[in-house]
């Protein structure tokens, strides 16, 4: 016989709890409230003079887009999760509201982000919650570039055409914008193809956490961006990256700035690695991981996918 019970919902959630809810993690270590508040800042909530339903509160709105790259969801999978979910209701402040967030919320507050330019004020506000938590920049720098994908793209040719000279099909409704990328395109890697973005990240060596972030086309050349993702803050000066960052006349700059630069080599036609280049690639591998994607904290990893959703993009494990 099943029992019945009118603590039943409590009961659940203590449940949850003791098995271990990794979203009341996050919460225990992420200051939502001043992250709602750089997003405010940087792209004010829309205007109520014309009327009609106020929207949801900033805070909500980011932490419901946390659940949808964390676990991978669609605008309209999302919807569901957030009406059927206790877990994702309890975390997003939905537990014992009569309304939810709909697909059409979510894209509208993305377009809120994406105008604004908001983008690197969601990264810079979640790097000042980890330095609030004691998780400075040590050890070294370690960069890297990640491919993010994208929804394929089904276009006839004449679509395809506009949008390569970065216009949009005059006929194409809202419904239909909110559904095509404009910005992702293709590339090849390890003869696979993919269509996205990529992000051109730097952790520090010790808590591998990620300091800096470039977000960048997928067809953009992964060495493009490593000055860009620099992080003078860190407290060492070493500075470790794969081969496909070997740039001679660069890494004379950066040695001449006080870095310790450890780049992996790579042969040349005809002339093989010597052992010594080759054990110090190991040894460089070793320290810089398998990509940084694979090895980052999930929030700080939302952190960097965030930017992608308004430029937006973006790599969980703990």
Partial sequence: ?????????????????????????????????????????AAPRPSRERGGRPPFPTEIMVRTL???????????????????????????????SSQIPDRTTFWTFRERLLVAGASETIFEAANRELDKHGY??????MIDASIVPAPKQHLPKDEKALIKEQAMPIDWLPAKRRQKDMDATWTKKHGKSYFGYKVSANADKQYK??????VSTASEHDTL???????????????????????????????????????QRKAAKGK??????????TRIAKTHGPG???????????????????DWIGPLCN
């Fill in 225 to 263: 961006h490593l000055e860009d993702v620099l992080d003078p803050s860190n407290t060492s000066q070493d500075l470790y990256a794969d081969k496909g960052y070997v740039d001679k006349e660069r890494e004379t700059r950066l040695k001449a700035t006080g870095l310790r630069v450890h780049l």
């Fill in 136 to 141: 400075l920049a040590r050890g070294g720098q």
């Fill in 66 to 96: 946390l659940l949808q790259q964390l676990y991978n969801l669609s605008d309209e999978q999302l919807e569901f999760q957030l009406l059927d979910r206790l877990s994702f209701q309890r975390f997003a402040g939905l537990r014992h």
């Fill in 1 to 41: 016989m099943i029992k019945e019970s009118l603590f039943a919902a409590e009961e659940r959630e203590t449940k949850l709890d003791k098995l271990g809810d990794v979203l009341q993690i996050l919460e225990k270590h992420v200051d939502f409230a001043a992250l709602a508040a750089a997003i405010d800042a």
């Fill in 292 to 310: 940084l994607s694979m090895c980052l904290p999930a929030w700080n990893r939302w952190a960097v996918k965030a930017c992608v959703v308004s």
């Fill in 272 to 281: 093989p690695l010597s052992a010594y280049q080759k054990g110090r690639n």
């Fill in 209 to 214: 956490l990620i300091r800096k972030v470039k």
